[in-house]
């Protein structure tokens, strides 16, 4: 699947998560997208909001700005443990991870 057919002809916006209990620790995403993602103390990865804050809860979601959605999409395909899902708001589907149709 493209970029663009995951954006959607309409530009939609899409959110992006992180499921610690899969996560590996690896870094991989951090290193992609360092304005979304980051490593905590506990070796986990976690989304982070707009303003940078580390975003804790669990099934935390934040926005995906488009200039950075080619590599939020890289970093959840080199993502070890599966763990990032990408979906759209409006409907909440996951058009890009471990349960994209």
């Known amino acids: 699947m493209s970029v663009q057919q995951v954006a959607g002809a309409e530009g939609e916006e899409l959110e992006v998560w992180i499921d610690q209990d899969l996560c590996t620790g690896d ?3 951090a290193q992609y997208a360092p304005e979304v993602f980051e490593l905590d103390i ?3 990865a976690y989304v982070k909001s707009a303003d940078e804050e580390l975003l804790q ?3 935390a979601t934040t926005p ?3 200039p ?3 590599d939020v ?3 959840a395909k080199e993502c070890p443990g599966e763990c990032i899902h990408v979906r759209r708001v409006s ?3 996951e ?3 471990p349960d994209a149709e």
């Open 27 to 29: 870094g991989i995403c």
């Open 42 to 44: 506990d070796g986990l």
């Open 57 to 59: 809860d669990k099934g």
């Open 64 to 66: 995906v700005p488009l």
């Open 68 to 70: 950075l959605l080619t």
């Open 73 to 75: 999409i890289d970093s």
């Open 91 to 93: 409907d909440r589907a």
């Open 95 to 97: 058009v890009y991870g």
